[in-house]
């Protein structure tokens, strides 16, 4: 491994790490974080647990290693720190594999860029499983390009170990997305066809990744079908091909929409997704290197057909594919410093200056538009001057990387966007920090631990009750959960569904005698209030959508 590679990583580390405790957990986080401190509570780390009853929408490995920071140090946001190792880990894997396709310039390029892409960024200071599975999909990659120059029985031992991981952290999509990219690659590239399946699948070394994967994901999945019956129904059907097609039950979640997905996965690309477009056209031009080039296009395309044909994607789906944009423009960048770029200069010039210039055109605007049309719920958290910073930060940074690349000068270019990105990162995780109660139920909690004990605190959500996750982490106990309307269990949960839920006539009682707490998550406004209470209240906490209401009366 090259010291300067190692050199990128150690400088990516304090940016990773930086405030990694401060925010509180999201909605989202809170879905593995209150799993991971149940499996501390208990003891028994087979069944993850949500408020009490077996919670196995995913496999384990995330809750694990979540759990494992808090055996050790209790309760902490810190329990993060897995998705950051990880995200260390693939931009190390990221730079090592750049250098195998296209040279040590080339992966130095690309494990920077990778490190300060917006959405890798924000993925590695996330509690959730998918940076462990972008780990997953790229050290793969990077052990099949091993395999297949020689690298032996070490190469294939090193992919399988990861497929393997990976099954244990997102199920079958560490081995579909790797396999897709490669079986693309391999298909365009004239290898791969009817006639010689089966020396592909020797050359990868079929036998031993099946001892592998049965060796390190079987034991588990077993496990965890023998102690909880409908698990190993509800795993391979619902969870995999019935989410695909948006078609599981409960119908716990809300699918993105084609165009908002392909949206977001540019926007966390952000800011050498500006280069995107210069980076594919080279590729595609370049006369050298071409099937290391098929490989890493096919590596994008297969990530975003496979979520574009899923009914159930969600915007952050893409993750998988930024190491493989990252591998595209570091190339494009070293072939810029080296002179040998297939692209005319306008095409790595005009869209960093037009971005530039319109983040000097917002600059100009009043911060608080910018907000209200952006979310209304955003104001009165102090955001004004951030906005205002942020664009200027952007329109300098931007501007100079425009100029640097004008006159061929493209390390530098590299250097003044790395420092870019990781100063609007910077701002970024102070205004989440600002913003902190409209995604994490932390200071929701603070406020429920001033009323008398023995309060009931019952919890509504619209569609997802796994959202009390959060809430149950902060208060440290069980929340009296009230069934979203038309919800149905899976079938892990069958004939559990009472000791899930809580009728609502125990709310109404709580309500009449003036003791009971009601949290929901989706209050758009004040009149919304009255439509979700028993009787007459009082709102004791309100941040965006989320409240918390109680009795008119005073205790």
Known sequence: MKRRLLLVVALAAPLFAWRLGRPGFSDTEGMYAEPAREMVLTGDWVTPRMNGEPFLTKPPLAYWLAASVMALAGPTELARVGSTIAALGTVLVTGALGMDLFGEGAGLAAAAVLATTAGFLLEARLLRADMLLVLAVSTTLWCYVRLRRGGGRAAALGLWTAVALGLLDKGLLALVLPGAAIGLAELVGGELGPRTVGARLRAVRLPLGLAVVAAVALPWHLAAALRNPGFAWDYVVNQHLLAFFDAKLPRDSIPDSLAFFWAMFLVRTLPWGLLLPAALLHAWQAPDRRAERRLTLAWVASVLVVFSLASGRLEHYSLPALPAVALLVGDLVAEAAAGRTRVSRPWLVVPPAAAAGLALVLAAREPAAILRELDPSLAGYGLDRLVKLTALTLAAGLGTFALLVAIRRA???????????????????????????????????????????????????????????????????YVALLAPPGWSPPTFLAGRTERLFVPRTELERAWRGGKALLVADDVPGPADEAAIVPGPYELLARAGDRVIVRPAQRW
């Open 411 to 477: 390390r530098a270019a590299l250097v003044v966007g790395a420092a870019t990105a990781a100063v609007l990162f910077g701002l970024a995780e102070i205004a989440r920090e600002r913003v902190e109660p409209l995604f994490s139920w932390r200071s929701f909690a603070r406020a429920i631990h001033d009323v008398p004990d023995g309060t009931p605190i019952f919890f509504r959500a619209s569609d997802e009750y796994q959202l009390c996750g959060g809430l149950d982490y902060y208060t440290g106990h």
